[in-house]
């Protein structure tokens, strides 16, 4: 493992002066993240990386026809999310074996820069394509592809200022599906889930910090939280959720959780110092808590299963899309003191979904967006339009009153729910 340079201390002090740190307290463990305007998208399931949106400013009660769709941009095949800072929406497709991160106007979909590169769509019993989302953080876009190319853009002009191949300079191994995590910026590094626990570069130069060892990479993304006092990150590699200490990839605790073909995607969620995890292929999902700060099973089903869309919690339940995305994943609510699931809504599929408020808002497989107010005992249908006709098992997201929905195959739409236009 590579020890801190002097440019990364640099760095991190750098940034540390630059930014601050927005702490929440959940007992034992505390969620921290960066420095954002609060009408912001930053990064991978929002400013809170939790999936949920602070927005109350929306119309969620639509009338039959659906709210207006006021603009519609094709960009490639791809499951990459968008992010959204001042005013600029970020994002990855891919078109004939080219990737292209686009950044365009997030009001307008006018198109701001872009960037391409030769990339192999690589499609693997799905469409291929990028499956991570870009991150934005002090003026900088990170983008991750599935073979390792991290670039750094200067995130305005499109500038970029460095590029690396992560798989090239640590020979660490490609897994499966490719590298899905999109990237976490702290303290002047830039991290990704490359290789069994994380690879970290200089967000300055893209030089090497620490790595790990040659093994294959989980598909989730990284879940920061304080424990003991200190700053960490959890995500999953192919066979565990591992929890690193940021600064210096020094792993901190690790849950053994086997998957068929290594496929843990979905984030875990941290709530009052216990630990949620969920994956597919019948591995279910389990709560943790600490003990010495080693992990404790606190409960574990099979009733309940993330494949590739993480949960949102709210309000004591656990709400996601369960089950085989192939087939049609199904809304089911989770009680997170105990693991009992409460229902399993069989008729609403679910291929991406986020929350806002009391509402759940969410995108079918086949791009049907749905506002529900859920419960304990079952979700009650608020709003929906069809926004597209095509595979969908990306996350939904509001920012500034209104939703970008994105399909596989290449369909990135704007829908305005503003209460005011």
């Known amino acids: 493992m590579f020890g801190r340079s002097l440019i990364g201390v640099a760095a ?3 940034y540390r002066i630059l930014g601050f740190y927005l702490v929440v307290v959940t007992g034992g463990c505390t969620l921290f993240c960066g420095a954002a305007s609060a009408a912001d998208w930053p ?13 109350t400013d929306w119309n969620a009660n639509w009338d039959v026809d659906g709210p207006p769709i006021v603009w519609r941009s094709e960009i490639g095949t791809g499951y990459s999310s968008v992010v959204i800072a001042n005013g600029r929406l970020y994002t990855l497709g891919n078109d004939d074996n080219v ?11 006018q198109e701001r820069w872009r960037h391409s590169y030769e990339c192999a769509i690589d499609a693997n019993e799905f469409q291929g394509g990028p499956t991570s989302t870009p991150t934005v953080d002090q003026g900088s876009v990170f983008t991750l592809s599935r073979f390792g190319d991290l670039f750094c853009f200067e995130a305005e002009s499109g500038e970029i200022r460095w590029k690396v191949n992560v798989a090239d300079v640590t020979s660490i191994r490609i897994p499966g599906w ?4 999109s990237p976490w910026v702290t303290n002047g590094l830039v991290i990704v889930n490359v290789g069994d626990s994380g690879v ?3 967000v300055i130069d893209g030089s090497l910090a620490w790595t790990s060892q040659d093994k294959d990479s989980g598909y989730s993304s990284f879940v920061p ?8 990150l959890i995500f999953g590699s192919a066979r565990s959720y591992v929890c690193i200490d940021p600064l210096t990839g020094t792993e901190r605790w690790r849950q053994r959780w086997l998957t068929t073909f290594g496929c843990n995607a979905a984030n875990p969620i941290v709530v009052d110092g216990q630990v949620f995890l969920s994956s597919g292929y019948n591995r279910g999902s389990a709560l943790l808590t600490f003990k010495n700060g080693e992990p404790v099973l606190v409960w574990k089903t099979k009733d309940f299963q993330n494949q590739l869309t993480s949960s949102v919690y709210l309000d004591g339940l656990v709400y996601g899309a369960s089950g085989s995305a192939s087939v049609g994943a199904t809304l089911a609510c989770l009680r997170l003191i105990d693991g009992e699931v409460l229902w399993n809504a069989e008729d609403e599929r679910v291929g991406g979904l986020t929350a806002a408020g009391k509402y759940l808002i969410t995108i079918s497989d086949d791009g049907l967006l749905k506002v529900l107010e859920p419960d304990q005992a079952s979700p009650k249908l608020v709003s929906q339009c069809q926004v597209f006709e095509e595979q969908c098992w990306t996350m939904p997201v509001l920012c500034n009153g209104r939703i970008y929905c994105r399909g596989a195959a290449g369909t990135l739409v704007c829908v305005d729910v503003r209460t005011t236009n």
């Open 12 to 14: 991190r002090l750098s």
């Open 43 to 55: 990064r991978f399931r929002g400013p809170g990386n939790d999936g949920v949106s602070k927005e």
């Open 99 to 109: 990737e292209t991160v686009y950044c365009l106007d997030a009001e307008t979909g």
């Open 178 to 181: 490719g590298f899905s995590g």
């Open 200 to 202: 970290a570069l200089s």
């Open 225 to 232: 939280f304080v424990q003991d006092g200190e700053e960490r």
